[in-house]
């Protein structure tokens, strides 16, 4: 219900204003149904080629983001991670800074290829992470949590290069991408985040029996039966696919992926099978909640969402470690 609410309220709210019949009447007439309410054809084109594409993205970006980071805190036994942990988000944002300042040089449409270079650089980014924390066909969990903190710092430092490098107009093309946006977002882009994210979110989803057994730890999941090792690829995987989508497409959108499935542990405790579905739904309520946000304080501008997201997530989470006194 919450997730309707704020479906058409984002649908309604901004420059200009759509009421939520007109937002029904308006969809409904795209299945030619005609309902006695009168909308412009101005209306029109804003809801269905602007905002609705952006809200789709929205709540796909949230809920993979929210479901991501509950499996990565399963798969780490570490409520405090995130899923840009391996250095995903860090391989996304370098393959996207990479096109912004060198790409003009090369390419005349270099803008074009900026989802696609960060796409690349993400599944890169966790190749990389995943082959260095591997010992004799395992993988380590405490090697790769220190291999994603080296590559991410290495990432840092090769975009801190390349922002060297960078003129005026490509400093502020990076700023703007680095905060993350879903003003971009077409019907084609849509298209790519479902391809990516609905597939992998149900291989995370059916990996809830996996992730609830590692719990108990490694080796008692080893005497259990449970192929552990298939599971930690599958995750680590997805995640990889998911948080290289969302980033692609919608830029660094922080504290959803941390914040969402954290309070939902809190609240409803750590049983998977609870957890993965209901971050998916509040990360994309939240993230829906924030895009209209971003473009309802500045009107007829708009603020990057990674800000609103930042703005909102950090002070709720120390809020909460506070109450939680150190306990988190």
């Known amino acids: 219900m919450g997730c309707l609410m704020a479906f058409f309220v984002g649908l309604g709210l901004g420059a200009i204003r759509i009421t939520p019949l007109q937002c029904l009447a308006i969809l409904v007439s795209k299945l030619g149904i005609t309902l006695p309410i009168k909308f412009q054809t101005e209306q029109t084109f804003v809801l269905c080629s602007i905002r609705l594409p952006r809200i789709l993205a929205g709540g796909m970006v949230g809920a993979g983001l929210g479901l991501a980071g509950a499996a990565m805190q399963g798969l780490f036994r570490n409520p405090l991670a995130d899923p840009g942990l391996v250095g995903v988000s860090s391989g996304a944002a370098i393959g996207a800074v990479l096109i912004l300042v060198l790409g003009p040089t090369f390419l005349a449409t270099a803008g074009l290829f900026v989802p696609w270079a960060a796409f690349c650089g993400a599944l890169s980014v966790g190749w990389i992470t995943h082959r260095l ?36 107009a490509q400093l502020r093309n990076i700023t703007f991408w680095s905060l993350g946006s879903l003003g971009g977002i077409t019907w084609n882009s849509i298209g790519w985040l479902a391809l990516f994210i609905l597939p ?72 998977h099978r609870f957890l993965l579905p209901s971050s998916a739904i509040l990360g994309a309520l939240l993230l829906v909640i924030a895009d209209t946000t971003a473009r309802l304080i500045v009107i007829p501008s708009e603020l990057p969402i990674g800000i609103v997201t930042a703005f909102c997530g950090a002070p709720f989470f120390l809020w909460l470690l506070k109450k939680e006194g150190g306990r988190i």
């Open 133 to 168: 924390a591997q010992r004799e066909g395992r993988i380590l969990i405490s090697t790769l949590l220190l291999s994603g903190i080296a590559v991410n710092a290495l990432c840092g430092a090769g975009i801190g290069l390349l922002t060297y490098l960078a003129t005026d």
């Open 200 to 271: 992998a979110a149900g291989g995370l989803f059916n990996q809830r029996r996996t992730l609830n057994i590692l719990l108990l730890g490694e080796a008692e999941a080893g005497h259990l039966g449970v192929p552990i090792e298939r599971g930690k690829r599958i995750i680590l995987f997805c995640t990889a696919l998911i948080v290289g989508a969302s980033v692609s497409f919608a830029g660094m959108i922080g504290f959803v992926g941390l914040v969402v499935p954290h309070l939902l542990r809190l609240w409803g405790g750590p049983d």
